[in-house]
């Protein structure tokens, strides 16, 4: 069971990338994704989560109205689109997964699987 999270690289602030989660030996359709991310010297902190089944979305206030969480079962994949973003953004994205539905905004007390992270560096 794996998580591969990628899609990370160098942006300007107000530009946008998009981070994708594949899971290998995992049918994510039964899980509920998380994104998190931690920033250096900085705890590990929720972005945003994808309940399974329903596809409820839930967001953290610092990410709300920038980012966007979806999921495409068919390609085992959950993705993390992100736009305006700024330096505060910089840190390494990991996305890990739960079975069955979540009903709230998600933890990383929740979260049992993860993948490695991908590092995202907002600069000019």
């Known amino acids: 069971v794996q998580l591969q999270a990628s899609g990370g690289g160098l942006v300007q602030p107000g530009g946008s990338l998009s981070l994708s989660c594949e899971g290998s030996g995992i049918s994510l359709g039964s899980y509920s994704i998380g994104w998190f991310r931690q920033a250096p010297g900085k705890e590990r902190e929720g972005v945003s989560c994808?309940?399974?089944?329903?596809?409820?979305?839930y967001y953290y206030d610092s990410v709300r109205g920038r980012f966007a969480i979806s999921r495409d079962n068919d390609k085992n994949k959950v993705y993390l689109q992100m736009n305006s973003l700024n330096p505060e953004d910089t840190a390494v994205y990991y996305c890990a997964a739960i079975p069955g539905p979540l009903y709230r905004r998600g933890s990383t007390r929740d979260f049992d699987i993860w993948g490695q992270g991908t590092l995202v560096t907002v600069s000019s």
């Open positions: 994808v309940s399974s089944s329903s596809g409820s979305t």
